[in-house]
């Protein structure tokens, strides 16, 4: 084997190529070019080839010559690609004689070397004795570039040099030289550009694959191995169509054979065989590459695992169809909305009780069954939700199929993406007009029931008054009682429930304003108040003012009976303390009969105390036996106290 030498670079040395013809040295720039060239080759240092042997050989058989080579100049020497007689594979440039003849064209003759004054300075030693006879015909790119020479040589001279047949046969050898060159450097190209295209190919996360014209395949990338675990050409050709699912391949193949037949792209979903043994579903495509008249060169494929996705989308599509069919079971009306409040679904139900069509109900058409005397109010509610992005809570009478109106408790929610904007409303309308009609049946009983508690109370204060009339002496009692009956009918008023409707008259919108108004009932004959309040004050709220009523009054009633109230030395301290979150209203006893410790049973009015503590108002009620007096502790959620 030929030892290796450095391979030309770019910029590399200077170039011999005269430009007189005199064997002057050659520009850098003509060496820097050639030297470009055959890297472009990629020949020099290469084994021998029979192909460039044969040239070789046909050029001295065809001349008559004992020697001929196929040279070629680096920038720093002659490197012989083929050789016969020369007896080595290298020459320096100093002694090359076709580095001298490369700016020639045509084929050149030198009949006798030593009697050319241009080859003079040349040392044309070799095995078989100095050179006398050259003949060469440059080797040229398609660029024009000239790399190098096919020649024959002799160390006799020939006077004659070469007839016309030979001449012509050095240059049909020369440019097949070159021919062999081009399709060295054409078949590098194509081996780089598979390469890449392997390299690009592995890379990528599918699984791509290409075919012949006829749908032959005949390449697979790593992932396609991978996947599948078979070896490698196993599924060459046809045998690509075993890997897919059973009920799959039929189906895909036959697509396959159409878009073969037409050229159309290839595009199906399908179930391929993992290495596990498994089927997973992958998503196959396929385009033709075409040539500059249409005709298809190649397919180029892509197999994409989308089993994750579609067991995901078979997941929703069943999710889906669970919540379609509870919503359509449903007997409340499920709704979404744009985010502008127009409408633009509505389960069945709704149709089924408005009579309303979808073409009726889309945007606000909705708002047609609203009761008329109601539907300004409503849309300045729901108006108000738009705009602030809050839920939306209201109750309103709707118009049925048949014309008569039903209560309908509507609800709505905003549906926010990720930055928080709005993007659709969700909503449900629940038929609560029998609770409605029990709410006012029930406020009904009450205020009877009031009614007649307050004619109680009235007719005792007439037979106080009427004993007073009697004997003068009872008068300021009298006076005292009546007041107290009079304060006992208004915290009355406070502890029962009320509807809007039904309030007699304006609630206290404070804690300690109610707490006053409350109390004022047990005042002592004296008129001395035996309660104290400290602490922050806080707003409070009609429904809560009615919850914290009925336990106030339970408290004071039961002071009364058995705790500070129940003589004449006891006192009542309640202090009130806002916290985070909370409000607390600590009620403290002193002054009373021991405490022995908690009652044996608890009684009904303090269980109902305790309900409306956790239940109405959503806190907690705790209670301390202290022997000195009773001290509760009531927490509220400040929410809760506003309501």
């Given at each position: 084997?030929?030892?290796?030498?450095?391979?030309?670079?770019?910029?590399?040395?200077?170039?011999?190529?005269?430009?007189?013809?005199?064997?002057?040295?050659?520009?850098?720039?003509?060496?820097?070019?050639?030297?470009?060239?055959?890297?472009?080759?990629?020949?020099?240092?290469?084994?021998?080839?029979?192909?460039?042997?044969?040239?070789?050989?046909?050029?001295?058989?065809?001349?008559?010559?004992?020697?001929?080579?196929?040279?070629?100049?680096?920038?720093?020497?002659?490197?012989?690609?083929?050789?016969?007689?020369?007896?080595?594979?290298?020459?320096?440039?100093?002694?090359?004689?076709?580095?001298?003849?490369?700016?020639?064209?045509?084929?050149?003759?030198?009949?006798?070397?030593?009697?050319?004054?241009?080859?003079?300075?040349?040392?044309?030693?070799?095995?078989?004795?100095?050179?006398?006879?050259?003949?060469?015909?440059?080797?040229?790119t398609r660029d024009g570039v000239a790399i190098g020479a096919l020649t024959v040589l002799d160390v006799a001279p020939h006077a004659q040099g070469l007839d016309d047949t030979q001449r012509l046969t050095l240059e049909v050898l020369a440019r097949q030289v070159m021919h062999l060159l081009e399709g060295r450097r054409l078949l590098r190209e194509r081996n780089e550009s598979d390469q890449q295209f392997r390299v690009l190919t592995d890379s990528m996360p599918q699984m791509i694959w290409t075919t012949r014209p006829d749908g032959f395949h005949d390449f697979y990338n790593e992932r396609?191995?991978?996947?599948?675990?078979?070896?490698?050409?196993?599924?060459?050709?046809?045998?690509?169509?075993?890997?897919?699912?059973?009920?799959?391949?039929?189906?895909?193949?036959?697509?396959?054979?159409?878009?073969?037949?037409?050229?159309?792209?290839?595009?199906?979903?399908?179930?391929?065989?993992?290495?596990?043994?498994?089927?997973?579903?992958?998503?196959?495509?396929?385009?033709?590459?075409?040539?500059?008249?249409?005709?298809?060169?190649?397919?180029?494929?892509?197999?994409?695992?989308?089993?994750?996705?579609?067991?995901?989308?078979?997941?929703?599509?069943?999710?889906?169809?669970?919540?379609?069919?509870?919503?359509?079971?449903?007997?409340?009306?499920?709704?979404?909305?744009?985010?502008?409040?127009?409408?633009?679904?509505?389960?069945?139900?709704?149709?089924?009780?408005?009579?309303?069509?979808?073409?009726?109900?889309?945007?606000?058409?909705?708002?047609?069954?609203?009761?008329?005397?109601?539907?300004?109010?409503?849309?300045?509610?729901?108006?108000?939700?738009?705009?602030?992005?809050?839920?939306?809570?209201?109750?309103?009478?709707?118009?049925?199929?048949?014309?008569?109106?039903?209560?309908?408790?509507?609800?709505?929610?905003?549906?926010?993406?990720?930055?928080?904007?709005?993007?659709?409303?969700?909503?449900?309308?629940?038929?609560?007009?029998?609770?409605?009609?029990?709410?006012?049946?029930?406020?009904?009983?009450?205020?009877?029931?009031?009614?007649?508690?307050?004619?109680?109370?009235?007719?005792?204060?007439?037979?106080?008054?009427?004993?007073?009339?009697?004997?003068?002496?009872?008068?300021?009692?009298?006076?005292?009682?009546?007041?107290?009956?009079?304060?006992?009918?208004?915290?009355?008023?406070?502890?029962?429930?009320?509807?809007?409707?039904?309030?007699?008259?304006?609630?206290?919108?404070?804690?300690?304003?109610?707490?006053?108004?409350?109390?004022?009932?047990?005042?002592?004959?004296?008129?001395?108040?035996?309660?104290?309040?400290?602490?922050?004050?806080?707003?409070?709220?009609?429904?809560?003012?009615?919850?914290?009523?009925?336990?106030?009054?339970?408290?004071?009633?039961?002071?009364?009976?058995?705790?500070?109230?129940?003589?004449?030395?006891?006192?009542?301290?309640?202090?009130?303390?806002?916290?985070?979150?909370?409000?607390?209203?600590?009620?403290?006893?002193?002054?009373?009969?021991?405490?022995?410790?908690?009652?044996?049973?608890?009684?009904?009015?303090?269980?109902?105390?305790?309900?409306?503590?956790?239940?109405?108002?959503?806190?907690?009620?705790?209670?301390?036996?202290?022997?000195?007096?009773?001290?509760?502790?009531?927490?509220?959620?400040?929410?809760?106290?506003?309501?």
């Amino acid at each position: 084997m030929r030892a290796a030498a450095p391979r030309p670079s770019k910029g590399a040395g200077a170039g011999l190529r005269p430009g007189r013809g005199d064997g002057g040295a050659m520009s850098e720039l003509d060496g820097s070019a050639r030297t470009e060239a055959l890297c472009s080759f990629d020949v020099i240092d290469t084994q021998a080839e029979a192909a460039f042997d044969d040239l070789a050989a046909l050029a001295a058989k065809v001349c008559r010559m004992p020697m001929a080579s196929i040279s070629l100049i680096d920038g720093q020497r002659q490197w012989f690609k083929s050789q016969i007689g020369l007896g080595c594979t290298e020459t320096p440039l100093d002694v090359s004689i076709c580095a001298r003849i490369l700016d020639r064209g045509g084929v050149v003759v030198v009949p006798d070397l030593t009697a050319d004054e241009r080859f003079a300075d040349l040392r044309r030693g070799t095995e078989a004795g100095p050179l006398r006879f050259f003949a060469g015909c440059p080797l040229v790119t398609r660029d024009g570039v000239a790399i190098g020479a096919l020649t024959v040589l002799d160390v006799a001279p020939h006077a004659q040099g070469l007839d016309d047949t030979q001449r012509l046969t050095l240059e049909v050898l020369a440019r097949q030289v070159m021919h062999l060159l081009e399709g060295r450097r054409l078949l590098r190209e194509r081996n780089e550009s598979d390469q890449q295209f392997r390299v690009l190919t592995d890379s990528m996360p599918q699984m791509i694959w290409t075919t012949r014209p006829d749908g032959f395949h005949d390449f697979y990338n790593e992932r396609w191995y991978e996947f599948t675990g078979v070896p490698r050409g196993s599924t060459d050709g046809e045998a690509w169509n075993g890997m897919f699912h059973p009920d799959d391949r039929e189906r895909a193949f036959a697509l396959w054979r159409r878009s073969l037949a037409t050229g159309e792209l290839y595009e199906i979903e399908y179930r391929l065989r993992h290495r596990d043994g498994d089927y997973r579903w992958v998503l196959g495509r396929a385009a033709p590459l075409r040539d500059d008249e249409g005709r298809i060169l190649r397919w180029f494929g892509t197999c994409t695992d989308i089993d994750t996705l579609k067991h995901a989308e078979a997941a929703l599509a069943e999710s889906e169809a669970r919540f379609r069919t509870l919503i359509e079971v449903a007997p409340q009306v499920v709704w979404f909305a744009g985010p502008d409040g127009a409408m633009t679904y509505t389960s069945p139900h709704w149709f089924e009780f408005t009579g309303l069509g979808p073409a009726d109900t889309a945007g606000e058409g909705w708002m047609s069954v609203v009761q008329d005397d109601q539907r300004a109010g409503v849309a300045a509610a729901w108006g108000a939700a738009l705009a602030g992005g809050h839920p939306f809570e209201m109750e309103m009478p709707f118009r049925r199929r048949d014309g008569s109106y039903r209560w309908m408790l509507v609800r709505a929610q905003p549906i926010r993406d990720a930055a928080g904007v709005v993007r659709r409303w969700a909503g449900i309308s629940l038929d609560i007009h029998e609770r409605r009609q029990a709410e006012e049946a029930a406020d009904l009983l009450a205020r009877e029931l009031a009614h007649r508690i307050k004619n109680i109370f009235a007719v005792v204060g007439s037979l106080v008054s009427t004993s007073a009339r009697r004997d003068p002496a009872l008068r300021p009692y009298a006076d005292g009682l009546r007041q107290r009956l009079a304060t006992l009918a208004l915290a009355h008023d406070y502890v029962r429930p009320h509807s809007a409707a039904s309030r007699s008259q304006p609630i206290a919108t404070t804690v300690h304003g109610l707490l006053s108004t409350l109390l004022d009932a047990y005042r002592t004959e004296s008129g001395d108040w035996r309660f104290t309040v400290s602490g922050p004050d806080g707003p409070i709220g009609a429904r809560a003012a009615t919850a914290l009523a009925l336990i106030i009054h339970e408290h004071a009633t039961n002071a009364m009976k058995y705790g500070a109230l129940s003589n004449e030395e006891g006192r009542i301290h309640i202090e009130t303390r806002p916290g985070e979150g909370r409000f607390e209203i600590d009620w403290h006893e002193t002054g009373g009969p021991p405490v022995e410790g908690p009652p044996a049973r608890q009684g009904f009015g303090t269980l109902l105390a305790e309900r409306s503590a956790s239940g109405q108002l959503g806190g907690e009620m705790r209670h301390e036996w202290h022997e000195d007096g009773l001290r509760s502790v009531l927490a509220v959620p400040l929410a809760a106290l506003h309501d």
